[in-house]
């Protein structure tokens, strides 16, 4: 009996720390995808459940009621734009200085691309005490004021490393070694 009640205390506190986690995060998450055009809701489910608990993105795209995520629903892009907001919403909760990116714009076409870059931008100026690192493959087409860019390609076999910056609306590019 003394096992299944600590049981049981263990759980309530685990529902509340993830309510918790959820109701923190959901307005970041709201306002991140508010700058796509889109809007949606983190919410748990199943909370009764240990085994069958977990998290669930609804999103919608342009004036579009908000649906749950899925790989029917929504298209490449949009899928790739909730996760990245949810993923920087909940980096919110991350004690680091660094936080990184890695490759979420393989499968994004141009407009999208931008989009979500724009997104990233947007947060990052609003998280001054943080550095960004985002990997990508891809150009980087569009900069935005205080935000520097450090650049990692691989040309003709040789990794160039170049700093670029937007001053007074113009990009300038650093050295390379």
Same mark, same amino acid.
């Given at each position: 009996?003394?096992?299944?009640k ?9 529902r ?7 109701? $923190?995060?959901? &307005?970041?998450y709201?306002?991140?995808?508010s700058?796509?055009?889109? %809007?949606? *809701?983190? #919410? ?5 459940d240990?085994e ?8 919608g795209?342009?004036?579009?009621p908000?649906v ?5 629903t ?11 907001a ?7 909760r991350?004690?680091?200085p ?5 490759e979420?714009?393989? $499968?994004m076409? &141009?407009r ?9 931008? %947007?947060? *990052?100026? #609003?998280s001054?005490d943080?550095?960004y ?38 990009a300038?590019?650093g050295?390379?070694?």
């Amino acid at each position: 009996a003394r096992a299944l009640k600590e049981v049981e205390e263990r759980k309530r506190v685990w529902r509340g720390v993830l309510q918790d986690l959820v109701d $923190h995060i959901n &307005p970041i998450y709201q306002d991140i995808l508010s700058q796509v055009d889109a %809007s949606g *809701v983190v #919410r748990l489910v199943n909370m009764d459940d240990v085994e069958e608990a977990g998290l669930e993105l609804s999103v919608g795209f342009r004036g579009a009621p908000a649906v749950v995520l899925d790989a029917y629903t929504q298209s490449g892009g949009e899928r790739s734009a909730s996760v990245i907001a949810f993923l920087l919403s909940l980096q919110q909760r991350v004690v680091s200085p660094f936080r990184a990116i890695d490759e979420f714009d393989v $499968h994004m076409d &141009p407009r999208n691309r931008e989009a979500i870059f724009r997104m990233i931008f %947007s947060h *990052v100026k #609003r998280s001054p005490d943080v550095q960004y690192i985002v990997i990508t493959p891809s150009q980087i087409t569009i900069l935005d004021e205080d935000v520097n860019l450090i650049f990692v390609q691989n040309v003709y076999g040789r990794s160039e490393v170049r700093e670029v910056s937007l001053v007074e609306g113009k990009a300038e590019s650093g050295g390379s070694s």
